[in-house]
């Protein structure tokens, strides 16, 4: 469990659709408390779709080989699968989209309500999902589990949370350095999103297909 953890929490930390709408939070007016609204929607997300999960498990992971354990390792198959052909289908599609500026432009004047909400839209749901299946395997009896599960938070969060704390203490060198990222990220968004979301999806399809037949 808490490879996958590791491994998916990276993968979103790194997701450049909610770096760059973070990015582009943080330059509006008053963007550091926009981009701490942003956060902490983004974190309570995470922390709701656990507890959901924990609720439905009790706590403790379903037995080995049981019908439980068997349905949570389909959908973690169904989820790799999707996450393969999403990457695909936007490998097909790089090159061909047009960039639009109409939705930065709207960003850079939301208001903190707004940015909570904008944190909702640009959550990468298909690797929420893949963890949220993950983290059906915790057991709450140990300890260890708790600090996975906290570390696999932060660790999705970390990449704003470096931001939001940069944007805070070094605002000036922030802004410039911040908006290069953005750049880069809008010029290689697509191949970023492939790469990440492929390697999960194929991950979590060979873990769960040797799990099952194992």
Not at 61 to 74: C, D, G, R, V
Not at 132 to 157: E, I, K, P, Q
Request: aromatic share 8%.
């Amino acid at each position: 469990m808490v490879l996958d953890l590791v491994l998916i929490g990276l993968a979103i930390a790194l997701n450049p659709l909610p770096v760059t709408g973070f990015v582009l939070v943080l330059s509006s007016d008053r963007g550091i408390w926009k981009g701490l609204a942003f956060i902490l929607t983004w974190l309570a997300t995470f922390v709701a779709i656990i507890a959901v999960v924990l609720t439905m498990t009790g706590g403790k992971p379903p037995a080995a080989n049981s019908t439980p354990s068997t349905a949570a390792l389909a959908v973690k198959l169904a989820i790799g699968v999707g996450l393969v052909a999403y990457a695909e289908r936007t490998r097909r599609r790089i090159g061909t989209r047009p960039k639009s500026a109409g939705f930065m432009s709207h960003v850079k004047h939301i208001s903190p309500w707004t940015s909570a909400g904008l944190a909702l839209l640009l959550q990468p749901w298909g690797m929420v999902a893949a963890g949220a299946a993950t983290v059906v395997d915790a057991n709450l009896s140990h300890f260890s589990s708790y600090v996975a599960l906290m570390g696999y938070c932060l660790l999705a969060s970390s990449s704003l949370l470096t931001m939001e704390l940069y944007a805070t203490f070094a605002p000036r060198s922030a802004g410039a350095r911040l908006e290069r990222l953005r750049t880069w990220l809008e010029g290689h968004q697509d191949q970023a999103i492939v790469c990440l979301v492929l390697f999960i999806g194929l991950w979590l399809v060979g873990k769960s297909i040797y799990q099952l037949t194992g």
